[in-house]
Structure formats: C-alpha cells, structure tokens
C-alpha cells in the first residue's frame, strides 16, 4: 500500500510541545478536519472505531489524515443502521456502551465519542476519565462522571460535554457538532 507522506501524528506533536496541548485555534482547524473524514468514512459505510491523536497523522502543510483502519467495520451496504456488535479500540477514548460490555452499540456514535476525547485532550492536554489499570479506567467511563477544566470556556465547554454524553442516543452527532455555537463564530472568541 502506498500513502502520501505525513511529517507526524499528532500525537508526536502534542508530545513535542511543553504543555501537550494546543492552542483552541489550531484545535480547532484540525477538528474540523477530523469531523470532514469522519463524515466522509461514515457516508462511506466505515466505522473507524479507534479514532485518537495517535492515529491523525499531519502533512507539511497541516493537513489532517485519519490513519490506521485496523480495527474499522465496514457495514453491510444494505443495513438499516449503524449497529456494530465488537470494538477493539483504545481503552481512554471508549465510550459507556463499550467500558459496560453492551452487545450491540451505535458505531457512528463511538466515533464521535472518542472524536470528543480527543478534542477534550487536544486542548486540555488531560483525558476525560483516567484509571490505574484497564478495569478502574472502564469502571470510570462506565459511571460516565467527568468534568470539564474551566479554562475551555461555556462554548467547548457545552461541545464536549455534546460528545460525550453518556447516553448514545442523546449523544451529538456530526450534524449537531456543525450547528454548534463553537463554529458559529470559532473558537477564540471564548479566550
């Protein structure tokens, strides 16, 4: 398989700088292009089902790419939804129906769900719900209490709190994520 070369993954980027973090404004930029390939895998039938900072590679000119699709579903061309029955995905970026052992879970939502951990650790350089082994982290998430740093302001605030609702069906999805007040008018104008 031949791909264009990316300089990076974002995670080596985060890593890079001292507050492993972003500033919102570049956050931002490379949301936006994380909600592009997601909705463009999910039009496509794909559920990624591992999306996290290590798996976003960068190009020279600051081009996000979505990355490795090992653990991506392809749903039936003819399925009624976007059922997905097994997910292999990185631990801190899983959601409740997942750490809870549900048998069956909305893929589309798991993406958006580990799409807003993301964004919550791309800006707060923390995650969500942390755990001293894999159990006590899926107990945490399975609860579902986290909190959000006050220092995102309401507007990110209110976005990542969208993403990871507990409940999946409440659950933004990329279509509410566009209407938001977040891309309205951007970012900085919260800081």
């Known amino acids: 398989m031949v791909m264009e070369y990316c300089v990076c993954g974002m995670q080596e980027m985060l890593d890079s700088v001292p507050e492993k973090r972003f500033p919102v404004f570049q956050a931002h930029g490379y949301f936006l292009q994380l909600l592009d390939g997601l909705e463009y895998l999910h039009s496509q039938g794909i559920v990624h089902k591992d999306i996290k900072p290590g798996n976003l590679l960068l ?7 979505i990355s490795d699709l090992g653990v991506a579903e392809a749903l039936h061309p003819f399925a009624e939804d976007d059922t997905c029955r097994t997910s292999q995905g990185s631990p ?7 750490a809870n052992g549900l048998d069956t879970f909305s893929g589309f939502k798991v993406d958006i769900w580990s799409a807003g951990v993301t964004l919550y650790n791309i800006t707060t350089s923390l995650y969500p719900f942390e755990g001293d082994n894999i159990y006590k982290l899926f107990e945490n ?27 999946p069906v409440k659950r933004f999805s990329i279509q509410h994520i566009r209407q938001h007040k977040m ?9």
Not at 92 to 98: G, L, S, V
Not at 142 to 167: F, I, N, R, T
Request: one cysteine or more; hydrophobic letters at 30%; aromatic letters at 12%.
């Open 59 to 65: 190009t020279t000119d600051g081009a996000l790419k």
């Open 92 to 98: 801190a970026f899983q959601p409740p129906e997942i």
């Open 141 to 167: 998430i399975g609860k579902g209490d986290y909190s959000v740093p006050e220092e995102c302001g309401p507007a990110l605030s209110d976005l990542l709190q969208g993403m990871l609702e507990y409940d």
């Open 183 to 191: 891309f309205q008018y951007s970012f900085h104008t919260d800081h």
